[in-house]
């Protein structure tokens, strides 16, 4: 949950200063250099907050569940959030060239072009990174799955231990008992051994040799 907040607050950064671009360019008044910077700049903070948000979105799916509802429901709310960032540039972009355009200079459409072209290109670039992110989220994923189901059958099979070692315990508590009740079977059988030898010692003594003794005398 920490690296998620982390990455929240990243998040959270790009989106003012997504948000305090945007009112610049708004107020670029028709300037081409400044409209091709701030463009630049908030095309930047773009890719950097949805690097962010992916990141978030991976990051929730691994927290306790206790954490996940909450972390599941800002995900979508910043997903929302981003796609409206998105639309709020290009709207202040197309506004931004278009009033740069109206002003007429040849040199101000030549750098809005080339500098549309170089975002183009550089769009292109994103797109396959975000292609490739995708890509290794979803392997991410697959592999979080089956770590989540490998921990379950751990957690099952640390629970089988411990309940087959609370059997063992009791096995164990019931043989000493038995043993101990076989201890005390052996001692009262020795105990009886020795009470029968010593009657029939005194039998044999005072049934034969003591009534022998009296009839001599």
Do not use: P
Not at 81 to 90: A, G, T
Not at 103 to 122: E, I, M, Q, V, W
Not at 174 to 202: D, E, P, Q, S, T
């Amino acid at each position: 949950m920490d690296r998620f907040r982390r990455y929240e607050e990243n998040f959270l950064n790009s989106s003012r200063i997504i948000s305090r671009t945007l009112q610049r360019l708004s107020e670029a008044n028709g300037n081409a250099d400044t409209v091709i910077m701030l463009s630049v700049e908030v095309e930047g903070e773009l890719s950097e907050t949805e690097g962010y948000l992916r990141a978030m979105d991976v990051e929730y799916r691994t927290v306790s569940s206790t954490d996940k509802r909450s972390a599941q429901e800002k995900v979508q709310d910043y997903r929302s959030e981003y796609r409206e960032m998105v639309s709020n540039f290009k709207t202040a972009k197309y506004n931004a060239e278009a009033l740069a355009l109206r002003g007429g200079a040849s040199a101000s459409r030549t750098k809005l072009l080339n500098a549309n072209s170089k975002l183009d290109n550089s769009t292109s670039t994103l797109e396959a990174s975000r292609r490739l992110v995708v890509q290794t989220e979803q392997i991410g994923t697959g592999i979080l799955s089956d770590l989540e189901k490998q921990r379950e059958v751990l957690m099952d099979a640390d629970d089988k231990v411990n309940e087959t070692r609370g059997f063992t315990q009791e096995a164990k508590r019931v043989l000493k008992v038995m043993g101990n009740r076989a201890v005390m079977h052996k001692i009262c059988v020795y105990a009886w051994i020795v009470f029968l030898f010593a009657a029939i010692v005194c039998i044999i003594y005072f049934g034969f040799i003591q009534k022998k003794s009296n009839k001599n005398n």
